[in-house]
Structures are given as structure tokens and as C-alpha cells.
């Protein structure tokens, strides 16, 4: 079954999963059959992104853990796309987080 922090990075990477838009809607962008601008798809993409900072706090992660949920080239997919900019406020606050979860994590 794992130890208990192996279990927290599954769970982690779980819950970021179950929403993320490149799975499946950034194929649909690609093909071109939706657009990067798309109201829906900037939903999902906001609700991940939400999703993903949440994921980011789960109590037992390591510095090693969190190297493997760096959000970075999730991210860069995203914004070579044009789904999201750079600068987008949900995506400085996502890597913030990010840095301030490495930041506060155990060393491993």
C-alpha cells in the first residue's frame, strides 16, 4: 500500500488528474475544434488550476514529493496553447504556491 507520504502524493496527483484539461480538451484546441479563447474551457482550466493549488497544501508531502507535482510545464503546455498567459493571476498564484509548498516542505 506505501507509507503514508507515498499515499499523500497519490492522493495529490489524484485530485489534480480527475480535472486536468490536457487530457483531453487541449487535443480538442490543437484539432482546432474549440478554441484556446473558449468559455468552457477556461472554466475548467480555472477550476483546475484551483484544484492544483489545493493539492499542493496535502498534508505529508516532501520536497521530493513536490518536485514530482511541479506545475511548471503543465503550465507551459497551457500558455504555449494560448489557453493562459504567463501573467495570468491564477497561474502567478499557482506557482507561488508551488514555491511556497517546496519552501515549507520536509527534506527527504
Do not use: C, F
Amino acid at each position: 500500500m506505501g507509507t503514508p507520504d507515498d499515499q499523500a502524493v497519490q492522493r495529490a496527483i489524484s485530485a489534480i488528474s480527475q480535472s486536468d484539461p490536457l487530457i483531453k480538451l487541449l487535443q480538442q484546441v490543437r484539432l482546432g475544434r474549440m478554441k484556446p479563447t473558449d468559455a468552457g474551457l477556461r472554466a475548467v482550466t480555472e477550476s483546475w488550476l484551483g484544484t492544483y493549488e489545493k493539492a499542493l497544501a496535502t498534508d505529508g508531502l516532501t520536497q521530493s514529493h513536490l518536485r514530482r507535482l511541479n506545475p511548471a510545464p503543465r503550465l507551459a503546455v497551457l500558455i504555449d496553447v494560448g489557453v493562459l498567459a504567463d501573467n495570468h493571476p491564477s497561474v502567478e498564484s499557482l506557482t507561488a504556491a508551488y514555491d511556497r509548498a517546496v519552501a515549507g516542505a520536509p527534506v527527504d
